[in-house]
C-alpha cells in the first residue's frame, strides 16, 4: 500500500497539473492558447488522464475517488492486484487523491504565476482549480454530475472487461466525450478529488484578486460524484460480465 499511496499521489498530481493547466492555458490573460475554446480544454483534461493513468500503474490507476467506490460497489475483490477492497485501502487510496489534487494545483499556480497576477475576473481565476455551474440550480447540477460519472465509472469497468487490453487511451478519450457531450452544465468535475483538492489550494494560495472559493457549490462536485460512481459500480456488477 505505501507504493500505492505514492503511486495515487503522483498520477492524480499529473492529471491536476496538466488538467488546470489547460484550463489555464485557455481563460488566464496573455498565455499563448488564450481563447483556444472548449475542445481544446477537453482534449486537454484527456490528455491528462492518459499521463495520470501511466504514471499511476502501481495503484490501477484509480485517480479518483468515484472510481475508487465504484470498484467497491461493483463487489470486486481487489482494488488493484494484491491490494485488497478494504476500507483502510479505500481510505488510504482518496486521502492519496485528495493529497495529490492539492499538490497539482500548486504547480499549476507557480507555472501561471505571472498570469495569476494579472487583472482577470476572481470566477475565471477559481475556474483554473475548480468547476462551477453554467446555469446555478443546485439540484440540477447534482444530477449533471451523477450522470457524468455514471458514464465514467460505469465504461471504465467494462474496459477492464475488454480482451483487447487497450491501457489508458480508451480512458482518456472517453474523458474527452464526457466532456464534450456531457461537460456544459457543470464543467464536469467527475472527479471529487479533481475538484475539492485545487478549491482548497485555490483558498489557501496568495492568489492576487482572487475572490471566493465558493464553497456554496463545492458539495455539488463532491457528492454527486460519489453517487453516480456507486450507481456505475453496481451497474456494472450486474451488466458486465
Same mark, same amino acid.
Given at each position: @500500500?505505501?507504493?500505492?499511496?505514492?503511486?495515487?499521489? @503522483?498520477?492524480?498530481? @499529473?492529471?491536476?497539473?496538466?488538467? =488546470?493547466?489547460?484550463?489555464?492555458?485557455?481563460?488566464?490573460?496573455?498565455?499563448?492558447?488564450?481563447?483556444?475554446? /472548449?475542445?481544446? #480544454?477537453? /482534449?486537454?483534461?484527456?490528455?491528462?488522464? @492518459? $499521463?495520470? !493513468?501511466?504514471?499511476?500503474?502501481?495503484?490501477?490507476? *484509480?485517480?479518483?475517488?468515484?472510481?475508487?467506490?465504484?470498484?467497491?460497489?461493483?463487489?470486486?475483490?481487489?482494488?488493484?492486484?494484491?491490494?485488497?477492497? %478494504?476500507?483502510?485501502?479505500?481510505?488510504?487510496?482518496? %486521502?492519496?487523491?485528495?493529497?495529490?489534487?492539492?499538490?497539482?494545483?500548486?504547480?499549476?499556480? &507557480?507555472?501561471?504565476?505571472? *498570469?495569476?497576477?494579472?487583472?482577470?475576473?476572481?470566477?475565471?481565476? &477559481?475556474? +483554473?482549480?475548480?468547476?462551477?455551474?453554467?446555469?446555478?440550480?443546485?439540484? /440540477?447540477?447534482?444530477?449533471?454530475?451523477?450522470?457524468? =460519472?455514471?458514464?465514467?465509472?460505469?465504461?471504465?469497468?467494462?474496459?477492464?472487461?475488454?480482451?483487447?487490453?487497450?491501457?489508458?487511451?480508451? !480512458?482518456?478519450?472517453?474523458?474527452?466525450?464526457?466532456?464534450?457531450? &456531457?461537460?456544459?452544465? =457543470?464543467?464536469?468535475? #467527475?472527479?471529487?478529488?479533481?475538484?475539492?483538492?485545487?478549491?482548497?489550494? *485555490?483558498?489557501?494560495?496568495?492568489?492576487?484578486?482572487?475572490?471566493?472559493?465558493? /464553497?456554496?457549490?463545492?458539495?455539488?462536485?463532491?457528492?454527486?460524484?460519489? !453517487?453516480?460512481? +456507486?450507481?456505475?459500480?453496481?451497474?456494472?456488477? $450486474?451488466?458486465? !460480465?
Amino acid at each position: @500500500m505505501g507504493d500505492a499511496f505514492i503511486s495515487e499521489v @503522483m498520477g492524480t498530481g @499529473m492529471l491536476v497539473l496538466l488538467g =488546470t493547466g489547460v484550463v489555464a492555458n485557455v481563460i488566464l490573460p496573455k498565455n499563448k492558447g488564450f481563447d483556444g475554446g /472548449w475542445l481544446l #480544454i477537453n /482534449w486537454g483534461w484527456g490528455l491528462a488522464v @492518459m $499521463a495520470g !493513468v501511466y504514471t499511476a500503474f502501481k495503484s490501477g490507476a *484509480h485517480l479518483n475517488p468515484a472510481v475508487t467506490i465504484g470498484i467497491w460497489a461493483s463487489g470486486a475483490d481487489n482494488f488493484a492486484p494484491g491490494i485488497p477492497v %478494504t476500507a483502510a485501502n479505500g481510505f488510504l487510496y482518496v %486521502t492519496a487523491q485528495m493529497a495529490g489534487a492539492a499538490i497539482g494545483a500548486l504547480i499549476c499556480f &507557480l507555472a501561471y504565476k505571472k *498570469h495569476f497576477d494579472e487583472d482577470a475576473d476572481p470566477g475565471i481565476k &477559481l475556474a +483554473v482549480f475548480s468547476t462551477g455551474p453554467a446555469i446555478r440550480s443546485y439540484a /440540477w447540477n447534482f444530477i449533471t454530475e451523477v450522470i457524468g =460519472t455514471f458514464v465514467l465509472v460505469f465504461v471504465i469497468l467494462a474496459f477492464a472487461k475488454n480482451p483487447a487490453q487497450l491501457g489508458p487511451l480508451p !480512458v482518456a478519450l472517453l474523458v474527452v466525450g464526457i466532456g464534450a457531450s &456531457l461537460g456544459g452544465p =457543470t464543467g464536469y468535475a #467527475i472527479n471529487p478529488a479533481r475538484d475539492l483538492g485545487p478549491r482548497i489550494a *485555490h483558498a489557501l494560495l496568495p492568489i492576487k484578486g482572487k475572490g471566493s472559493s465558493d /464553497w456554496s457549490y463545492s458539495w455539488v462536485p463532491v457528492f454527486g460524484p460519489l !453517487v453516480g460512481g +456507486v450507481i456505475g459500480g453496481l451497474v456494472a456488477s $450486474a451488466y458486465v !460480465v
